[in-house]
């Protein structure tokens, strides 16, 4: 029984001939069904690219709002303001419970000490880093201009 390409391969071959190698060039060749499907993406691969770009019959300035195509964004207030707020009670906290906070960690060795911060900090940065990006990401999906 003869093995067939997947529809992935045989879309390959029909995207670049030339670049084929030798084998599959006769597979497609010696294959009938593979060779139908061949032609038949290559003949899709070739209208598709030969195809008019399509054009909106209107202006669509004309249909937008004018305060949405000349606004801008502005500053991210609220969000600054809820971290400064969070790190300044995390400050107050620090300086209130600081005997504490000291008994607490009286008990690690230094070396603990040197081995779990740097995780911490670095695990924080790496969760930071991916929560600004994957924002940034949302944003960018949202303009359209």
């Known amino acids: 029984m003869t093995t067939h390409f997947s529809e992935e391969q045989i879309q390959q071959y029909a995207e670049n ?25 290559v003949i899709l691969f070739s209208e598709i690219k030969t195809a008019k770009k399509p054009v909106f019959e209107f202006a669509l300035s004309e249909l937008m709002p004018r305060e949405a195509i000349l606004s801008r964004r502005s ?20 300086a209130f419970f600081h005997d504490y906070f000291v008994y607490l960690l009286d008990g690690i060795s230094g070396i603990m000490l040197y081995l779990i911060i740097p995780v911490c900090v670095t695990l924080f940065a790496a969760q930071c880093a991916e929560h600004i990006e994957n924002y940034r990401k949302k944003i960018k999906n949202l303009e359209f201009y």
Do not use: R
């Open 17 to 41: 001939i030339q670049g084929a190698d030798d084998a599959t060039k006769q597979h497609i060749h010696e294959c009938e069904i593979c060779w139908a499907k061949a032609t038949n993406y």
């Open 75 to 94: 500053f991210p207030w609220l969000p600054v303001s809820i971290v400064l707020v969070v790190v300044l009670v995390m400050a107050v906290l620090l």
